[in-house]
């Protein structure tokens, strides 16, 4: 098969690395990639968000396979003009992918589908918005409705807060057009978890399960960024209970929107809080997590291009998705400054030595090739090492081991990540 993977993250270097080991992919292009993905495949400049160009790339390479890494492209109505042009996309349509382009959209489906998720209530006027956090008190959770690139939610520990966020998302229009109406939910209390099961429409083939660390600072501090790290499986997340929050958060919609004519086909991530009631709801991608595909990728054991396959076809329901059980930590190193203004230009080397490790990968993001050919830091998110072990404290010891062979002046790392898992690990074991 000729696949073409649209994207450029570390997402995006786990999929064409988990691709390029499939015996069914006879050429892989990745648009616009990186200088990780150009070691799997052929990298195009072509902007992720450009449709006409993708398509026009895809029927003059003759491709089987379209998979998009991140949400733009499907928001941008890339599957819908595949599905013109006669191309397999792995991905929704923009009408089933505003379940992650509409906060509020996401909340009336699991509303219709009685799907556990926080009291919700949407305002397009200020005051009104700010009138309902005052009847309702702190916490509470503020949400910009429209994307707005992991920046639009606030979760206001106290009146002042939810008020502030208010004020900047709908006067000040801090995020333009995407904060104009806030979603304002209830808050829930419990462990995050990130699920991802794939999706024909009708049936939702389990992938696996995944812990995000989206604070910059150690401890969960400091502000929200794309993902600073990621452990798969998640403690107290086993393959059972995930089968479970599927048929509660993730079959229910799949039965809505095919109800509603507009079948939701693609990787969907359910992000969920495992509360004291149960899984619910926080919000659904339409798409995989980053860094988390990093995390659950390196276990995967099936050959995933036959199953995406199956995905475009509608044969799901015959598929099968192999994760070994294995542990894996992802550390994302990011170039100092982020999530503000991060630093770029200084080179990157010892990939090669991380890589010689036992059990450690290093997956490339936003890397560039300077005049020299040095790999340089170029943006926010740079690289995820990921360490692989049959526990999760040598998977730990792995992937800090791996960023300890990294050498780039410019990084900032979280040396936490998967230090929750392991204390709840062994408080689970020790009984407490
Ligand atoms: P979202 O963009 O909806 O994923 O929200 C970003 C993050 O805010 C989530 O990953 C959660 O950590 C947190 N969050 C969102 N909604 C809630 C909620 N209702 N209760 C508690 N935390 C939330
Ligand atoms: N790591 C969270 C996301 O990809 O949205």
Do not use: C, N, W
């Given at each position: 098969m000729r696949v073409l993977l649209v994207g450029g993250g570390g997402r995006e270097h786990a999929l064409a690395a988990t691709l390029a080991r499939?015996?069914?992919?006879t050429a892989l292009f990745v648009t616009p990639g990186n200088p990780g993905t150009a070691a799997h495949g052929t990298n195009v400049?072509?902007?992720?968000?450009?449709v006409p160009a993708l398509v026009a790339f895809a029927q003059a390479q003759r491709i089987d396979l379209v998979l998009p890494g991140p949400e733009a492209p499907l928001v941008a109505g890339l599957a819908d003009a595949c599905a013109v042009a006669g191309i397999a996309c792995a991905g929704p349509t923009a009408e089933a992918a505003r379940l992650e382009g509409s906060k509020s959209f996401a909340k009336s489906v699991c509303d219709a589908a009685g799907i556990p998720t926080a009291r919700w209530e949407r305002f397009e006027d200020a005051q009104s918005a700010h009138a309902f956090v005052r009847l309702r008190g702190a916490p509470i959770v503020v949400k910009?409705?429209?994307?707005?690139?992991?920046?639009?939610?606030v979760v206001a520990a106290t009146l002042a807060e939810a008020e502030a966020a208010i004020t900047a998302f709908?006067?000040?229009?801090?995020?333009g057009p995407a904060g104009a109406a806030v979603v304002i939910e209830e808050y829930l209390d419990g462990d995050e978890v990130s699920l991802f099961a794939l999706c024909d429409g009708e049936t939702a083939l389990l992938l696996g399960a995944a812990q995000d660390?989206?604070?910059?600072?150690?401890?969960?501090?400091?502000a929200n960024t794309g993902g600073m790290g990621a452990v798969?499986?998640?403690?107290?997340?086993?393959r059972t209970t995930q089968e479970t929050a599927l048929d509660l958060l993730v079959r229910p919609m799949l039965r809505e929107m095919a109800t509603r004519g507009t079948p939701f086909r693609g990787i969907l991530f359910a992000g969920l809080m495992l509360t004291e009631r149960g899984p619910e709801l926080i919000e659904y991608n339409v798409r995989l997590g980053d860094p988390e595909a990093q995390a659950l990728l390196p276990r995967?054991?099936?050959?995933?291009l036959p199953v995406l396959a199956a995905l475009c076809d509608g044969t799901l329901d015959q598929a099968r998705l192999h994760l070994a059980e294995e542990s894996c930590v992802a550390v994302v190193l990011a170039g100092r400054?982020?999530?503000g203004q991060p630093a770029t230009g200084a080179p990157i080397h010892g990939i090669d030595r991380a890589e010689a490790m036992a059990g450690v990968r290093v997956f490339q993001a936003a890397t560039a090739l300077d005049p020299a050919g040095t790999l340089v830091g170029a943006g926010g998110r740079v690289l995820t090492v990921v360490g692989t072990a049959p526990t999760l404290a040598a998977a730990r010891d792995a992937a800090y081991a791996g960023v300890a062979a990294i050498d780039w002046p410019d990084a900032i790392w979280r040396r936490d990540i998967g230090v929750g898992a392991l204390e709840r690990d062994l408080a689970a074991r020790v009984g407490i």
């Open positions: 499939s015996p069914a992919l400049a072509i902007a992720m968000d450009d910009a409705d429209g994307l707005a690139a992991g920046k639009g939610v709908m006067q000040h229009a801090t995020l660390h989206k604070r910059i600072g150690e401890g969960d501090t400091g798969s499986p998640p403690a107290f997340f086993d995967l054991r099936s050959d995933l400054g982020y999530p």
